[in-house]
């Protein structure tokens, strides 16, 4: 039983790797922070102004995110899954979501063009985003 074991851990263990190296790969998504695109450095108009993290305030019972910052232009969330980001999304009158982000527009008081601006910003990370951007 000892060598059975044995096989099955050598075997198991590379294989567990792989695979999750290949969902990594399949859903970059999943390791990009709201950190990474708060500090990034954008060739057009910085749409992440006046930013503020507040994942310790936010981010809790009725708010299942992962991650939270505030800018001039919106709040937005991180969740875990996309399921979690569509539906806390869909609890919100002025929002967009977009993988496993959602964007919350209420009480700020940005232009619409540089809401836009950073929505497109938010879905143009990946390149993957085919949805329309809500009418503002």
């Known amino acids: 039983m000892g060598k059975k074991w044995l096989i099955a851990v050598l075997v198991g263990v590379p ?7 290949i969902y ?4 970059p998504q999943l390791t990009l922070t709201l950190e990474d695109l708060m500090e990034a450095e954008y060739t057009g108009r910085d749409v992440t102004t006046e930013v503020t993290e507040i994942t310790d305030s936010a981010c809790g ?3 299942g995110c992962v991650e939270a910052y505030s800018t001039a232009e919106a709040n937005y969330y991180r969740f875990r ?3 979690a980001a569509t539906e806390y999304n869909s609890t919100l009158a002025d929002s967009f979501s977009v993988n496993y982000f ?4 209420a009480g700020k008081d940005a232009s619409v063009n540089d809401q ?3 929505m497109q910003q938010l879905a143009g990370t990946w390149n993957d985003y085919e949805g329309d951007f809500p009418v503002r």
């Open 61 to 63: 019972a009725e708010i």
């Open 81 to 83: 899954t996309h399921a």
């Open 116 to 118: 836009l601006f950073a």
């Open 102 to 105: 959602v964007m919350d527009f």
């Open 24 to 27: 990594l790969l399949l859903h």
């Open 15 to 21: 294989l567990m790797f792989v695979a999750g190296m």
